[in-house]
């Protein structure tokens, strides 16, 4: 019987030759067949539509009579920066993705690309190939 070998560790992850424990989630990994790294895209949408419409009530500030215009302009001026900073904050994140003969699994996410590739290429392969 091999023994179990510890490849990589920390606060919510442990990855031995026979076993990926990733965050309460255990898998064998005489089972896992590949492991890669998923990008789940960033959603800007709501910031970019926030600044849009912050954009057309500058527009409307613009050519709107005195009555109007401060208010306009004002309140599309925060719409505008909002919806910037809202597009800006939107960060990918990073998953683990497991393969075994019964589908693909997104087995631990990360808004850390560096962590996720740590844990895939140098633990989870490492892992694999010492599984024996």
Request: net charge neutral; charged share 15%; hydrophobic share 50%.
């Amino acid at each position: 019987m091999t023994d179990e070998v510890s490849v990589y560790q920390d606060a919510n992850i442990h990855v031995t030759n026979l076993r990926a424990m990733l965050q309460g989630k255990t898998y064998a990994m005489a089972n896992i067949t590949s492991v890669s790294m998923f990008t789940q895209f960033a959603n800007r949408s709501p910031g970019v539509v926030t600044a849009i419409i912050g954009g057309l009530f500058v527009l409307m500030g613009l050519a709107a009579g005195e009555d109007l215009r401060g208010c306009s302009f004002v309140f599309g001026a925060i719409l505008l920066i909002i919806g910037i900073a809202v597009a800006a904050a939107a960060k990918h994140i990073y998953w683990v993705r497991i393969g075994s003969a019964s589908g693909e699994t997104n087995a631990l996410s990360s808004g850390d690309r560096d962590y996720i590739l740590r844990i895939i290429v140098q633990a989870m392969n490492e892992a694999i190939v010492r599984r024996g």
